[in-house]
């Protein structure tokens, strides 16, 4: 009933807009007094933990893309490899795993079969396992040495928006913490992110405060046959993650690419008036947004239509954006936070508009119990 849906039409545009309330209660209570960050349940020492050498993630579908934000936290701020892996390759390609092999399975459900499988595997390989959850008590976090929940509540839309952004916390909150135990960061620097992560929240609430601009959006693309999106860094996963979205509710050939792949192939895809989403990613010295510029001019001198989402006080973009959208400024590890609301949003209202069903798309399920 709409009264359960909080007066929204879909569980999941209500499960959108409880996105700040879910990272604000995902980070509870993750420092100690002293400063400390601490997890849920880590029955793995810090002896051993320190001993970690490499980092394996597995998971499916848009955890797997939280996945992917992951690594680049991961091997920035603990300097440990990381690989990313679906959980459905994961045990069949005779991975190699040791005792100093940490493996992470993120999992909403906590019960996707793909995933559980590939665990049961790392087991037997005596590597440690720590999942990364929203379901207490369920499979995957039973059969691990750690976990670490999210506080997102019930998802019920069956495309995941606010169990993928509290991944991401998860992920971020993991990374400090190996950090932390490896010695490779140190307090101040960890209380700083933090701070950074903790001000998440109200920066969501920002993006949602301007739903109207998408959803107006949303209105033109009604009959689009396709729509790609690219991202740089952290905005890659952002970027397939958008494009995950259209297929699961809108039912349209959407995909994501790298923005630095697009002249090796992609490109010739490009037609007049092909909307591409753009993350931009913010500006700073690693010239990852000149380069996204340029990716974005190649479209363009193609007929490409560009939707830029590009940070407050980004004029540079202005030239090359069709369609600006704004997002608030935030370091670029943290972007996807609310770099992914403007394209949960825009999937919501086309397939609304496609007449849908949005929490209940077809072919798909919550939770996949069989590989
Ligand atoms: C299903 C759902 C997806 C979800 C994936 C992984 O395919 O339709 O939305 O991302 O499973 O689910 P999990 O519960 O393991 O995160």
Redesign the pocket.
Known sequence: SAAEKDGHDWFMRKEIHEQPRAVADSLLGRRTPAGQLQLDEVRISDEDLRDIDKVIII?????FYAGMVAKYAIEHWCRIPCEVELASEFRYRDPILTRETLVVA???????AD?LQAIRHARTQRSKVLAICNTNGSTIPRESDAVIYTHAGPEIG???TK?FLTQLVACYLLALYLAQVKGTRYGDEINQVMDQLEAMPGHIQTVLDREEEVYALAKSYVGARSVLFLGRHAGYPVALEGALKLK?LAYLHAEGFAAGELKHGPIALVEQDLPIWCVVPPRGRDQLHEKMISGIQEVRARGARTICLAEDGDTAIEPYADVLIRLPKVPTLLQPLVAAVPLQLFACELATLMGHDVDQPRN?????TVE
């Not at 998971?59 to 955890?63: H, I, L, N, R």
């Not at 993120?106 to 996707?112: A, L």
């Open positions: 998971a499916c579908g848009t955890s993120i999992s909403q459900s906590g019960e996707t995933t069956v495309a995941s169990g699961e798909l399920a919550k939770s996949v």
